[in-house]
């Protein structure tokens, strides 16, 4: 008889800096929303045929409904006021993965990457041709309205704020200033998941920066960057500065130094260290090796995020404060 | 600016895309002898920016010139899938992808599914140099384009004898094993991708790739060109690398990450590119090429054993080692 492995899913809902405070409704809202998504998650493993991707895919999709996190609903406003998503989901077992890059008008983008894995002969799809193709599998159009929520509106109008207030200003500009958007958070959600019958998977999906240049494609969609899986390994989820976790490929990184040797402890730690050490760029990433020891590392002050293993839920705002609860 | 003084050998290495498995008919002595002046004509506009003098600005250095310069005289030939010559996509349509990557700083950028401009990878160098970003995909990266005065260009002059012939072969094959469009064939071999190392006399490593995807792709469809990490990855404290062939299956094991890793491990260029793509082929199978440069100016090229052919030059010391498989080198004087 097949020895079952201990299932294990870590959740995470972006890393960021966060400046301003943050009304305790809100932080408790974040709490309950990443544990509901890891709970979901956790419940697939823990059925029969419950797999790693569809863990992934069902966590990640709840904080896609949520509009507390920068992915799906709730996701943050290009300089268009439009929304543009990124997601992927990777299969460790058999290293197949499925993404759609800089897509408006989907309520799930985790799910469109899966169908993109599943029903194409690719791995990454983009802007309108990804859409036709969301509408061909029969995912529903939403009016990019039904995507907006309170506060990406409030986070763009604060961007433009800022540009207006720039264009009016006669001194020297600062080349860096044209980040009008990229005052604050990141918040990409993303999960890895291990089964019981030993695969690992990841998702990672995204809203994109706010006030970003459209089209404008980050870490989230890509293979290596935004994410990994490989049962000969583990699984990876990152979030934080898309063009710095892509340059020094943060996923491929942590991955690597496991391979190396590392705890998944020591791969977190030192793979954002070495993104902070290389490209000066902040974040965070939950890891999973092959046997289900986990890692949650952010160099932010605040990266929610939900981890369970033998029925025990551990979370917070922060890896280093975490909180423990029974299931 | 001071001239630092000469730390190594300025090495630019070049290929012009892997062919697998094809009837020889599809790369008789004429298609190789149009190959092979396409690829020294690069390997000469990119060497002579990889020596001259140090750029005017902070953000080039002569190794991203190089690249830069070599790929897009690759993109202007017409012989191979990238720029002008590009395949065309299931919709009959041109869409390029491209990359650059600076590995003094790590920074990059690129193209994902550009159309009607002559040079993707210039514009990719621009989205590195004048954005924020790393990555600009579709009729936004076509705006890019615009704002950055990129002449607008008709689709047909991107439309070679290559596109053509090879689109007529690709729905001959699909044709043949019974699928329709957006479809495929069932081995889909003529890559030909294109792309480009350089090591500058200061140590400066560079990657470029540039390509117009697979012939009768779905539209939409990214590969590995566009994918740093995949498609390619430059980083001075390691080497540079610049992969063709099959991109889904290059991109599920991230072969130019694997390459640099090797690296790392203490593997020689060559060894490195040929077990990045052996473990490629191990775990997944299909077909890839790749070259390597380490930070020494050491030189790897690979292909997998089916590769008939994979043009490729080596420039070093004012000579182009060049040829159509790494297999069956020439040498001719700058």
Excluded at chain 1, 222 to 233: E, H, K, R
Excluded at chain 2, 274 to 295: C, H, P, S, T, W
Aim: proline share 3%; charged share 25%.
């Amino acid at each position: 008889m097949d020895k079952f492995k201990s299932p294990v899913i870590i959740v995470h809902g972006g890393a960021s800096k966060r400046v301003r405070y943050v009304p305790p409704a809100t932080k408790s809202a974040v709490c309950k929303g990443i544990r509901a998504a890891a709970k979901r998650g956790y419940d697939i493993l823990k059925s029969n045929d419950g797999t790693a991707v569809s863990a992934v895919i069902e966590a990640v999709s709840s904080l896609e409904d949520n509009k507390h996190f920068n992915a799906g609903f709730g996701s943050k406003l290009n300089k268009d006021r439009k929304v543009q998503m990124d997601a992927v989901v990777m299969d460790g077992e058999n290293l197949k993965c499925g993404g759609a890059i800089s897509v408006s008008n989907v309520a799930n983008p985790v799910q469109l990457a899966r169908l993109v894995m599943d029903k194409t002969e690719h791995c990454l799809l983009c802007s309108k041709k990804a859409e036709e193709f969301a509408k061909e599998m029969g995912v529903p159009t939403v009016s990019n309205d039904q995507l907006i929520c309170e506060r990406s509106v409030t986070l763009y109008g604060e961007a433009l704020a800022r540009q207006n207030q720039d264009m009016m200003d006669t001194t020297e500009k600062n080349e860096e200033k044209d980040d009008y958007g990229d005052q604050e958070s990141h918040d990409t959600v993303g999960a890895v998941a291990l089964d019981r019958h030993g695969n690992v998977a990841f998702a990672t999906s995204t809203g994109g920066l706010n006030y970003s240049m459209p089209g404008r494609v980050g870490d989230s969609a890509l293979p290596g960057c935004g994410g990994y899986a490989d049962n000969c390994v583990g699984a990876a989820s990152t979030t934080g500065k898309g063009e710095a976790i892509l340059r020094v490929n943060l996923a491929t990184k942590a991955l690597t130094l496991m391979e190396a040797g590392q705890s998944p402890e020591e791969a977190a730690c030192n793979s954002i260290k070495y993104m902070l050490d290389r490209v000066g760029g902040y974040g965070g990433i939950i890891l999973l090796d092959n046997t289900g020891n986990t890692g949650v590392y952010c160099s932010d002050n605040w990266m929610s995020f939900a981890e369970i293993k033998d029925d025990i839920v551990r979370y917070g705002l922060h890896p280093d404060e975490s909180k423990y609860e029974q299931l | 600016m001071a001239q630092t003084n000469t730390l190594r050998k300025p090495v630019l290495v070049i290929h012009g895309g892997a062919l697998h498995n094809l009837p020889e008919m599809y790369f008789g002595p004429e298609v190789q002898e149009w190959k092979l002046d396409g690829i020294r004509r690069a390997a000469r506009a990119g060497y002579a920016a990889l020596v001259a003098d140090d750029p005017q600005n902070d953000a080039d250095t002569n190794a991203v010139m190089a690249v830069v310069e070599a790929v897009s005289a690759l993109e202007d030939d017409g012989n191979f899938n990238a720029g002008c010559g590009s395949n065309l996509n299931a919709d009959g349509h041109v869409r390029m992808d491209a990359t650059v990557m600076n590995g003094k700083n790590l920074k990059c950028g690129g193209v994902i599914g550009v159309s009607n401009i002559q040079n993707p990878i210039r514009l990719a160098r621009q989205v590195m140099h004048k954005t924020r970003h790393c990555l600009l995909t579709s009729k936004f990266a076509n705006d890019f384009a615009e704002e950055m005065g990129v002449p607008f260009v008709e689709e047909e002059k991107l439309i070679s004898g290559r596109s053509k012939r090879v689109h007529h072969r690709t729905l001959d094959r699909l044709r043949k094993e019974g699928k329709e469009l957006p479809s495929i064939p069932k081995i889909m071999n003529e890559h030909d991708t294109v792309g480009a190392v350089a090591l500058d006399r200061h140590g400066n490593l560079a990657y470029a790739t540039s390509t117009g995807g697979l012939s009768c792709v779905k539209a939409g469809r990214v590969g590995d060109s566009a994918l740093p990490g995949c498609g390619g990855y430059a980083d001075n404290e390691v080497g540079a690398c610049s992969t063709t062939g099959s991109g889904e299956v290059i991109m599920r094991v991230t072969v130019a990450a694997r390459a640099m890793f090797n690296l790392e491990l203490g593997q020689t260029p060559e060894e490195a590119m040929k077990n990045a793509i052996q473990y490629m082929v191990d775990r997944i199978g299909e077909f890839a090429g790749g070259i390597l440069l380490d930070k020494h100016g050491e030189v790897g090229l690979a292909a997998s054993p089916e590769t008939n052919i994979m043009t490729f030059a080596v420039v070093k010391d004012d000579k182009i080692k060049f040829g159509i498989h790494p297999n069956e080198p020439q040498y001719e004087d700058l």
